[in-house]
């Protein structure tokens, strides 16, 4: 789900190893992805991984370099309702996005990376959702 958005290559700025604990009203983020947007082009590429029970890593070769950054925190989980199916293919659970669009579409969420921190909780508070 999580698009790959991170470079390749050595001799860049130094880039930070993250991880931290991710949960919404209360409860652990059980399956999602988390995404580091620089707010300053000159910052840097995105950065993300991976939320599994609760918690993303993110190693050092592919995390953040310095800087503010956006956060966006996207998680699906199933909707209760089936699709049709095709052909022989029986019902699948339809996903929904649960987690409210402050905290991924339309995130107001932001982190200064720098070198003194490598561990970064988010605790999502419920919120009306926005989505149409």
Request: aromatic fraction near 6%; charged fraction near 25%.
């Amino acid at each position: 789900m999580l698009l790959t958005l991170l470079g390749c290559g050595s001799g860049g700025p130094e880039r930070y190893e993250l991880s931290g604990a991710i949960s919404y009203d209360g409860q652990p983020v059980e399956n999602g992805d988390i995404i580091f947007s620089p707010l300053d082009s000159a910052t840097g590429k995105a950065s993300g991984g991976p939320i599994v029970a609760g918690r993303y890593s993110i190693a050092s070769h592919e995390g953040p370099t310095a800087g503010k950054y956006r956060v966006e925190i996207i998680a699906m989980r199933p909707s209760g309702k089936k699709n049709a199916g095709e052909g022989t293919s029986p019902p699948a659970d339809l996903m929904e996005q649960y987690i409210p669009s402050a905290y991924n579409d339309e995130s107001k969420l932001e982190v200064e990376i720098n070198d003194d921190q490598d561990n970064l909780d988010f605790s999502l508070e419920k919120v009306a959702s926005t989505r149409r």
